[in-house]
């Protein structure tokens, strides 16, 4: 399996994995339409045991529609 690479805009934070993801999906909420700027979100899960992040990380903290 080659490496899957991810990294925010501004390059500072990067994950790298070689593992087939966990999950697969394609959330149309409010919060995931903002946040694309697209009427779907996609998003690919992997084990977190197989994901590895160099750089630095800001939290990010949202409450969901339900609470």
Known sequence: MNARTASCVCGQLTL???TEPV???VCHCLACQR???SVFG???RFPRHS???S????EYVRIGDEG
């Not at 750089?55 to 800001?58: A, M």
């Open 16 to 18: 790298t994995t070689r």
């Open 35 to 37: 946040r694309t700027g």
């Open 51 to 53: 994901v590895t992040i």
């Open 42 to 44: 996609a998003q690919a």
């Open 23 to 25: 999950r697969i999906s």
């Open 55 to 58: 750089g630095e990380s800001s």
